[in-house]
């Protein structure tokens, strides 16, 4: 079965570094996305992505906040400057084209701890 | 008000039982809810969707919408052990990209 895949597993870095996560998505679909959570609280949408640009985003998503698809397959989402706040799971999802979100596939996550 | 509310649980029932899990979300036009399953370390997977009220089911899983309530519900029949991960309930809204997840209620089957 097709999967979404994140690297790395778990990041640790000092406070004020920047960090790139990485997600490779199921190859047919459309649409990306980035969600996080907090230990202990709920799930978090930050951006959505659909034709090479960002089609929705948060209020957490800020400046210090970017993604990109820099090649077919890949997704990013870079973290500039990070803060203690920044540490959680972040989850990469993808879907194929239609009407409804009914169809993400979510990766495994990324563990970003902020140090 | 809060968009979606879940009891977080923990809930621990014993194998074979019906498991009930419920969320409560506050209206919109046009929406949609789905339940997910996550297990530990690992991210949230699809289990159902719905759009409308009413039940819908899917081998041991109903998924159930009462709009004059505002509630939603997962009911697990024939519980097993490996059905022991944490249950998200989440909102779409059409023409809207993001979904809004419940906290998750953590829900353990004991053999």
């Known amino acids: 079965e097709p999967e979404v895949t994140q690297t790395p597993s778990h990041q640790v870095t000092q406070m004020g570094q920047e960090v790139i996560l990485r997600c490779v998505p199921i190859?047919?679909?459309?649409?990306f996305y980035w969600y996080r959570q907090i230990l202990g609280q709920k799930v978090e949408f930050l951006v959505s992505?659909?034709?090479?640009?960002?089609?929705?985003k948060s209020e957490i998503f800020d400046d210090q906040f970017s993604v990109e698809r820099p090649d077919g397959s890949n997704f990013t989402l870079k973290i500039r400057s990070t803060k203690l706040e920044d540490s959680a799971m972040y989850f990469c999802?993808?879907?194929?084209?239609?009407?409804?979100?009914?169809?993400?596939?979510f990766g495994s996550g990324t563990r970003l701890t902020v140090v | 008000q809060k968009e979606v509310e879940q009891d977080p649980g923990p809930l621990s029932v014993p194998e074979g039982a019906i498991v009930s899990l419920n969320c409560t979300y506050s209206?919109?036009?046009?929406?949609?809810f789905m339940w997910y399953r996550q297990y530990s370390r690992k991210g949230p997977e699809l289990l159902m969707y719905?759009?409308?009220?009413g039940n819908k089911e899917d081998g041991r899983f109903t998924a159930q919408v009462d709009k004059s309530s505002k509630y939603i519900s997962l009911f697990i029949r024939d519980s097993q052990p490996s059905d022991s991960a944490t249950y998200l309930c989440a909102r779409g809204i059409q023409g809207a990209q993001k979904l809004v997840f419940g906290q998750g209620t953590r829900l353990t089957i004991n053999p």
């Open positions: 719905t759009y409308s009220s």
């Open positions: 190859s047919n679909h459309l649409y």
């Open positions: 999802a993808s879907r194929p084209e239609g009407q409804f979100n009914y169809g993400y596939t």
């Open positions: 992505f659909y034709n090479n640009e960002i089609s929705e």
């Open positions: 209206n919109s036009a046009f929406q949609y």
